[in-house]
């Protein structure tokens, strides 16, 4: 069973639409992330939340909006995309009373290509 | 502000060998440190976890030791075979957020 999964895995898109990625977690965990690595692969915290509230957000331009329906789910869309968004988004999970505070699950990513 | 730095950046060693990957952090103020595999187009798995007041965690063929007060960790990988060839990152977790090392990606030759 996978545990943290995210969807699409790959995506193609052009300069100035707007696009989403999904992010779901069966580990019952509290706390979710999104996690952004650029072309030399170093890791950087976007978000995070704790049973649905922003619990990190990490100076992440305002066209980035998270959004958790519920505690399972962290969704990121991407307003007026830019060639700079291109990177793997990771999605992450942990269960911890706060953000960041246990070990961390992670997707397999979703690598988006603005062209 | 944290910074994570791993050193070497890549490694290439014979198949069989003992090999150590270093990290180093500049806050030791942390809650734990962790070490994560990732291979080529995949996600992290997470290798071990070493809570703040421990000084190392072993799995299987994988130790890693933990000296907060110098800001340093190792992963320790005994007898190498080519599947252990990926990317290792540590990643320390500081007031609420983990931050990540740039990673050493290891290749083992068989």
């Known amino acids: 069973d996978t545990a943290v999964s995210q969807t699409p895995k790959y995506l193609v898109t052009q300069m100035g639409n707007d696009k989403s990625i999904k992010c779901e977690q069966n580990l019952g965990h509290d706390t979710m992330y999104w996690y952004k690595q650029d072309s030399k692969k170093f890791l950087k915290i976007m978000f995070s939340y704790n049973n649905k509230e ?3 957000n990490e100076t992440v331009p305002n066209r980035f909006s998270p959004k958790s329906p519920d505690k399972a789910h962290l969704n990121l869309h991407i307003n007026s ?9 990771f999605c992450a ?6 953000a960041g505070a246990g ?3 992670f997707g397999e990513g979703s690598r988006l290509t603005v062209l | 502000k944290q910074e994570v730095t791993q050193i070497p950046a890549a490694l290439s060693v014979p198949e069989g060998e003992n090999l150590v990957l270093n990290c180093s952090f500049t806050d030791s103020a ?6 994560f595999r990732q ?3 995949k996600g992290l798995t997470s290798l071990l976890l070493i809570q703040s007041s421990q000084r190392e965690q072993t799995s299987g063929r994988l130790n890693a030791s933990l000296d907060k007060s110098s800001g340093r960790s190792t992963l320790y990988i005994a007898a190498s075979q080519p599947g252990d060839s ?3 990152l540590c990643a320390v977790q500081g007031a609420q957020k983990l931050v990540f090392g740039q990673g050493t990606r290891l290749t083992i030759n068989p």
């Open chain 2, 30 to 35: 942390i809650y734990n440190l962790q070490w």
């Open chain 1, 93 to 98: 999970s942990s269960q911890a009373p706060l």
């Open chain 2, 39 to 41: 291979d080529p187009g």
């Open chain 2, 86 to 88: 990926a990317t290792y």
């Open chain 1, 103 to 105: 070990e961390l699950f």
């Open chain 1, 81 to 89: 995309l830019e060639l700079g968004d291109s990177a793997v988004y």
């Open chain 1, 54 to 56: 922003l619990i990190i």
